[in-house]
């Protein structure tokens, strides 16, 4: 097998410029970048380095091959040209999962079906067997058709690498980890930064920070669905977990200061910083937006409670105004909201110096930047 293998990692849309950072600094090459993706070259350790260290990706998977197909006979045939055998044993399992959009093959259960015939005849030529057990590890096959063009991944990540491991419990509205980890790498928060979160909820926001700004992988604490394929060395597993380890820096001067105006909030922030290990480097009370004092120099990261019905969407605005007045009296501070009330500068009060799209889940957002 070719030691170059093509690895894709999907982000949220508005994020890729970010991610492509990332990718870069871990050593992947021949970057390509489309909307809500990037695909680039690298090798099983380039794997491993991405599910633990990259911030912003959703997944890390391997693209095995990319065919069009209009007919079923068209997307068996692509399927069972692709080798299979260098990834998937002779005992392990291999589910099939996908999304179709826009194309002549638009039925997902016929397409899992063909793809996973396709993949049980291509392996049956080559180990020579008529039945597989498929009891050993998960190879999780995963295949996007979009306008006819076929793409087919394995899924080396698992569970999203949005799952660090830390917030085993958040409240009604927390923000993803990833997208999270993004809006900080906007905000330049540096391992010297004061980061500030006047409605931390959960704490996601302070703890991304605090994690960036130490140097801690991400993926450092939790397990990846590739590290059980027999395919890949476990040896690979260990050196990266170790090289990032190495890269920890407990120096760094970083500081995080929340405040939410539900104790619930700030217990659960607490408890998810301790799980995280950043616990000390965060200052957390009880507090309403109306009394928080921005320290200068500080960097404001936040997103505050938005609604839905009439009601809340008026204690929303409500919120808006009393941030305004709170935080742009802040001079030699910045300010990083994300918002999808399309008028929020009208009710904050100021027009952003700069305004990025960003989807929080479904959601479409604004990133609105004051500095």
Not at 68 to 81: H, S
Not at 175 to 181: G, N, R, S
Not at 224 to 244: L, N, T, Y
Not at 295 to 308: D, F, H, L, R
Request: hydrophobic share 40%; glycine share 8%.
């Amino acid at each position: 097998m070719d030691n170059k293998i093509r690895i894709c990692c999907p982000c949220h849309f508005g994020l890729e410029s970010v991610l492509k950072y990332e990718i870069n600094k871990i050593g992947g090459t021949d970057l390509h970048v489309t909307d809500g993706k990037i695909t680039f070259s690298g090798d099983f350790n380039t794997i491993a380095r991405a599910n633990i260290c990259l911030s912003t990706a959703e997944r890390v998977l391997i693209e095995l091959g990319e065919f069009e197909a209009r007919t079923f006979e068209e997307l068996f045939q692509g399927v069972k040209a692709i080798e299979f055998e260098n990834y998937i044993g002779i005992n392990d399992a291999f589910p099939v999962k996908g999304h179709s959009l826009n194309s002549a093959l638009h039925s997902v259960p016929d397409c899992q079906s063909i793809i996973k015939k396709a993949v049980v005849e291509r392996l049956k030529s080559k180990y020579n067997v008529n039945w597989f057990e498929e009891s050993n590890s998960v190879v999780q096959i995963q295949f996007s058709i979009l306008k006819d063009k076929v793409n087919i991944y394995l899924d080396t990540s698992g569970i999203g690498l949005h799952k660090r491991g830390y917030r085993k419990n958040s409240n009604t509205a927390p923000i993803k980890e990833t997208l999270a980890a993004g809006i900080i790498d906007l905000a330049r928060v540096r391992s010297d930064s004061i980061v500030c979160d006047p409605f931390c909820g959960s704490g996601t926001i302070l703890i991304e920070a605090a994690l960036k700004a130490l140097k801690i992988a991400p993926g450092i604490n939790r397990r990846f669905a590739a590290e059980k394929w027999e395919c890949i060395d476990k040896e690979i597993w260990r050196e990266e977990r170790s090289r990032a380890i190495d890269l920890v820096d407990r120096n760094a001067k970083f500081e995080g200061i929340g405040c939410d105006i539900d104790d619930l909030a700030v217990a659960l922030t607490l408890d998810n910083a301790k799980k995280a290990g950043i616990k000390s480097r965060l200052k957390v009370e009880q507090a309403d937006i109306t009394s928080f004092k921005q320290p200068q120099g500080s960097i404001v990261i936040c997103n505050p409670p938005y609604g839905e019905r009439m009601l809340e969407l008026r204690e929303a605005e409500d919120i808006y105004r009393k941030m305004g007045k709170v935080l742009l009296k802040g001079g030699g501070s910045s300010s990083y909201i994300i918002s999808p009330h399309e008028e929020f500068q009208k009710f904050f009060g100021k027009n952003a110096v700069k305004r990025r799209k960003l989807y929080n889940g479904m959601i479409k957002c604004q990133l609105y930047m004051y500095f």
